[in-house]
Every structure is written in C-alpha cells, then in structure tokens.
C-alpha cells in the first residue's frame, strides 16, 4: 500500500512493478480532501503527515494499475464510502470490477475527520457514521444485484432502476477497515473480509497480541452465527515484516498482509522502488 499522491510511483508503473516481483496485491487509500481547520486530530498521527493531503482518486488509480497488469488484485485501504453518492458508487465499483474481470476489493471505512465527512453529508451526524455505513453497504449489494433494484432506507435512496454494470462475481467484495470494538464487530456482523491495523489489534488487558485479537473476532464472528472461514482476513502492516512476524500471522489464519511503504509523508518514485527491492525477497519467500 502506498499513499498514492502524485509525486510518487504513479500506480500503472507500481502495479506492473508488483506483478513482476510476485506481489499477490495492491492497494490505495483514499481521502477526498483534508480541511484546514483540522478540528479532528488524527487518532494516532500529529502533526498530520503531507501524503494525507495529496492523495489521488482510488478508483482511478486503481484502473490505471489494472490496465496493465492481469493477476494483480486491487482494492481499497480504505475507502470512505459515505463521502459518495451511493448510485454513482455503485456504478464506479462495478464498473473497476468488470474491466479488471473481477480483481478489484472494496475495502471500506467510516472516518475519523468529521469536518471531512460533514462537507460532503452536512446531513448525517459523524457519531452515526458506523450505522450508516452498515446502511450504505447493504445499498451497494442490493444496487449491484438484480437488472431492477431499489434501495429505501435512512441515509440511502434509489428508486427502482437499471443500474449497470453488475460486478462480475455477482458482488464486489466488501473488507471493512474497522479495529476497535464497535467496527470489529460491524465487520463480524456483514463484511466479506475484514482488514485490521496490527498495532491496534490486543488481547482482553489491552496489550499489543494479534493472535488474540483474532481470536476474539472469530468469536464474535461465531456471536453472529457466521463460520470462520466466511470471512478473509487481511492485516494492514505499517512496520516492516520479518518472516518470524509472517509465520505467527499465518498461524493464527491470516490469509493476506498488506505492507505500507514506511511514510505517509511525500516520497517519490525512487523511495517506493528501494522499499519493494527490500520487501520482495519476501514474497518470493512466501507466494503460494
């Protein structure tokens, strides 16, 4: 994952970089704006690096990469799905989704900046941001699935319409970004995967335990009559991986860890590029 601004790898280059060296995936985050008044402190970054503010669109970028790669996976990390109108979304996605034949993740998130989220929905109060995104997820289902669909709910409105694409699986599928205990378990309740940070991931005293935070997702998972493996599991990695981390991930079920470029401030092409040279024997340690 890199922060996708502009003055970095721009994504075609990087998604072919990736696929070359045997990266299983690539993903973007996603911030439309950053407003100045920075009422919202970042729950764990001040002063807020520069690559927040410089983020290029994820799904534009994401097409790019997947114009020139064919294995590639592509997805979100994340995106902030109330900041969109919910019909032209679900076109956006489904439509990444057909031209990539499939290869595209939707993961998702609520927010943590709320002037951010009050200048595109002045409407919907940011501490109901973990309900309404329950709401708009099931409008995207029911708006990517039959030829003729409606959505009526409190946030999220369509009238019954064609509304095409269709994702080609039927469904795009949809990680939630969520760690704390109400996102954990909105994603054990309704996600497809679910793609935690790993520092944030502890046991029941509060310490620093993936494995343990795992386990407690599962049984939450198991609270919602929900198996194990119905939902992936993806860890975001913002530190860098050593094969003794990857082998107590693996252990503990993770299928997919995502690993940031070690900045979220501005870096350029040339940064990326000797991040993946250190990252790539790795993968081709562990691919397949």
């Known amino acids: 994952m890199t922060m996708n601004s502009a003055s970095g790898l721009r994504p075609d280059r990087l998604g072919r970089e990736l696929e070359d060296r045997g990266f299983e995936s690539m993903w973007v985050p996603e911030h439309t704006h950053i407003p100045t008044s920075r009422e919202s402190p970042h ?12 983020m290029m669109n994820p799904f534009v970028s994401l097409a790019a990469a997947g114009a020139v790669t064919e294995r590639l996976v592509l997805g979100t990390a994340v995106s902030l799905i109330l900041q969109h109108d919910v019909i032209d979304l679900a076109k956006e ?18 927010g943590w900046n ?5 200048d595109h929905r002045p409407e919907l109060p940011f501490r109901q941001r973990y309900r309404a995104m329950r709401e708009r997820v099931a409008a995207l289902r029911a708006l990517w699935s039959d030829s003729e669909t409606g959505f009526e709910g409190e946030w999220d409105r369509c009238s019954p319409s064609w509304v095409f694409p269709k994702p080609t699986g039927g469904s795009v599928p949809i990680a939630l970004g969520n760690w704390g205990p109400l996102g954990m378990a909105h994603a ?4 497809d995967h679910w793609m935690p940070i790993d520092q944030y991931l502890t046991d029941q ?4 335990d ?10 939450l998972m198991a609270e919602n009559d929900r198996e194990p493996g119905e939902v992936e599991i993806s860890l975001l990695l913002f530190s860098r991986p050593t094969p003794s981390r990857l082998d107590r991930y693996a252990a503990a079920g993770i299928e997919r860890v995502v690993v940031s470029v ?5 870096v350029d092409a040339d940064f990326v590029l000797r991040d993946l040279d250190t990252i790539t024997p790795l993968v081709e340690q562990y691919k397949g």
Do not use: Q
């Open 210 to 219: 993936v494995p343990a935070g795992i386990e407690h997702f599962r049984n």
């Open 43 to 54: 729950p764990s970054i001040n002063p807020l690096p520069e690559g927040y503010k410089h």
């Open 205 to 208: 005293d509060g310490n620093h």
């Open 262 to 266: 070690p900045s979220a401030d501005l």
């Open 114 to 118: 709320a002037e951010e989220l009050r």
């Open 188 to 191: 054990a309740e309704y996600a």
């Open 93 to 110: 996605t489904a439509t990444l989704d057909v031209l990539t034949e499939g290869r595209f993740i939707l993961g998702v998130g609520c």
